[in-house]
């Protein structure tokens, strides 16, 4: 099988000796092209000329979850084609490693390399949905070009904190999950919008819901972790469905505290719950819209801020090694 490996050289968890035995342990099974990314969103580009090439029947991502996602959204640039296009493997190179914890691929970067091999022996695959976010048509947004996403999209709170902790590691901090947390509380403390809030969701044929103070769309569960506890903001989500969306209409601090500890605490069947709790499950067409600009991110990459954005659930959008 002839596989392109899409290596990014600031992986926070390889050196350069672990990336050469990898290559040579995937080398021995696959006939290997390796590319290293040089700036943010080579990746995509790389992933993209692979794929329009017609040369690759696979395409291996190794890095944490923003290079997974430049590697599918050039794999996605005209659009899904299960059939036609490579398939991804995932080889987990970051922090956190959400969408390949998620396939169930070990979260040890050599452990992980051997459960692909494994896959790749028998011929191991499932195709799975995907998220797609753009500009809403008729607002100050709808030039935004979409984007896909993996697991997480966060518009407003959750999004605040992924800046945080960006603007922290362009300073030299290494992204830990202490890091996280401490930006949490930091993001509570200056949320301007935490009593009223400013987004509101539009469903087809259904009423909108107005004044939620944080908004989290979820492509599969569980959405991240938090050290090695999975984090489940809705627990029915899943690569086989369309998306989940989970709001809070209050962050007051009892409700953070109730919340909070209710996520830290969420399992497989059971999420945040109670009378602020807005959630809607498999859904394949919605709008998050608000009254002020807010932060945005997908799958923990902040965006900047916007207005409007459109999610689409995109059902058996690419093929991938497991």
Same mark, same amino acid.
């Given at each position: 099988?002839?596989? =392109? ?70 794999? =996605? ?7 036609? +296009? ?30 692909? +091999? ?73 949320? #301007? ?36 506890? #999975? =984090? ?35 399992? #497989?069947?059971?999420? #945040? ?9 498999? +859904?394949?067409?919605?709008? +998050?819209?608000?009254?002020?600009? =807010? ?28």
């Amino acid at each position: 099988m002839r596989a =392109l490996l899409v290596v990014n050289p600031a992986a926070t968890t390889t050196s350069a000796r672990t990336r050469d035995v990898l290559i040579h342990a995937l080398a021995s099974d696959l006939k290997l092209d390796v590319a290293t990314t040089e700036y943010r969103g080579h990746a995509r580009d790389l992933a993209r000329q692979a794929a329009e090439s017609g040369t690759y029947e696979l395409v291996v991502a190794l890095g944490g979850d923003g290079t997974v996602n430049e590697v599918v959204n050039g794999l =996605l640039h005209d659009g899904p084609a299960p059939d036609a +296009l490579p398939r991804l493997a995932v080889v987990p190179g970051g922090s956190t490693n959400v969408f390949a914890r998620a396939l169930g691929l070990p979260n040890d970067v050599v452990e992980a390399t051997g459960a692909l +091999l494994d896959a790749l022996r028998d011929g191991s695959e499932r195709t799975v949905g995907l998220g797609l976010a753009g500009g809403t048509p008729g607002t100050r947004d709808e030039a935004v070009p979409a984007r896909w996403f993996t697991f997480c999209a966060g518009f407003g709170f959750d999004a605040g904190v992924v800046g945080r902790v960006e603007q922290h590691r362009e300073r030299g901090k290494r992204s830990t999950h202490a890091l996280y947390v401490r930006q949490v509380v930091r993001q509570y403390l200056s949320e #301007p919008h935490r009593r009223n809030g400013v987004i509101t969701l539009n469903r087809p044929g259904q009423d909108p819901v107005q004044d939620l103070v944080l908004s989290i769309v979820c492509n599969t569960s569980p959405y991240t972790y938090l050290g090695n506890r #999975p =984090l489940y903001a809705s627990p029915e989500a899943s690569f086989d469905t369309a998306l989940d969306v989970l709001g809070l209409t209050k962050l007051s601090t009892s409700a953070v505290a109730r919340y909070g500890t209710q996520l830290v605490t969420s399992t #497989p069947e059971r999420g #945040p719950r109670g009378k602020h709790v807005v959630s809607g499950h498999d +859904l394949t067409d919605f709008t +998050l819209q608000s009254q002020v600009p =807010l932060p945005f991110q997908m799958d923990g990459d902040h965006l900047g801020l916007r207005t409007s954005v459109t999610f689409t659930g995109v059902r058996r959008a690419l093929r991938v090694i497991v």
